[in-house]
């Protein structure tokens, strides 16, 4: 069966110091890859996609994402994190078996704190 | 651009009430998803449409949950009666195309507390 995992519940980090959050799947061939951010009280927003190509991708408000096939892995990164970074990050696969086809699948996130 | 709306924000019941959620997609997006976030979960699909047909709802939980989505517009996602773990934020979203290949546009969600 398909799985995202993202190992790390929850990450502190300075303002103005690079963050990194996990995200590993398990999946047979390539995947169809997302980070989505959720801000308190508000729904989930694309931050990036991956389908193919450049495995390193560019995103919305500074974040890029790098996949690597021999880890399984799609980690996020931004160099400098600005206090408006704090949020909770999801990494997502798209299903691509049969009985569950197209179907956006989520990790359990990850909580990202930003102190002074 | 409005983006997907969703009400009430919040509602309070007790067990073996029923509420309803409503949600309204993005104008011309085909493909709306009800989706089910347990704190210190990541989302998890209960039913997807597309248009006015059920693409997917494999996880819905079909003894108290229902949705609909009767004019391909707007949907209404019920529960009927509600258990002590019904408590979660319930999220639409809606695309233009599939997941697969498209952006979801997700509401601010729907929390329910059952008490």
């Known amino acids: 069966a398909q799985s995202v995992t993202q190992p790390d519940i929850h990450i502190t980090v300075s303002e103005g110091a690079s963050l990194e959050l996990r995200c590993n799947y398990s999946?047979?061939?390539?995947?169809?890859l997302f980070w989505y951010v959720q801000s308190p009280g508000q729904g989930l927003q694309l931050l990036l996609k991956?389908?193919?190509?450049?495995?390193l991708v560019q995103g919305i408000k500074g974040f890029e994402a790098e996949f690597k096939r021999s880890q399984s892995s799609f980690n996020l990164r931004k160099p400098s994190v600005h206090w408006s970074d704090a949020a909770e990050y999801f990494c997502?696969?798209?299903?691509?078996?049969?009985?569950?086809?197209?179907?956006?699948?989520f990790g359990s996130g990850t909580q990202v704190v930003v102190t002074p | 651009e409005a983006g997907v709306a969703q009400s009430p924000r919040y509602k309070i019941i007790e067990k073996r009430q029923s509420v309803a959620f409503w949600c309204n997609p993005i104008?011309?997006?085909?493909?709306l998803y009800w989706y089910q976030q347990i704190l210190g979960q990541g989302p998890k699909l209960l039913i997807q449409?597309?248009?006015?047909?059920?693409?997917?709802d494999s996880q819905l939980p079909k003894d108290r949950f229902s949705a609909e989505r009767l004019k391909g517009v707007d949907s209404t996602l019920k529960i009927q009666p509600a258990k002590l773990e019904d408590s979660a934020v319930y999220l639409c979203?809606?695309?233009?195309?599939?997941?697969?290949?498209?952006?979801?546009?997700f509401g601010e969600g729907s929390r329910l507390t059952v008490l």
């Open positions: 991956y389908f193919s190509g450049d495995t």
């Open positions: 104008s011309g997006h085909a493909t």
């Open positions: 979203a809606s695309s233009f195309g599939l997941a697969a290949t498209g952006e979801l546009f």
């Open positions: 997502a696969v798209v299903s691509m078996t049969t009985d569950s086809w197209g179907k956006l699948q």
């Open positions: 999946y047979g061939a390539t995947p169809y």
């Open positions: 449409f597309q248009n006015n047909g059920v693409v997917d």
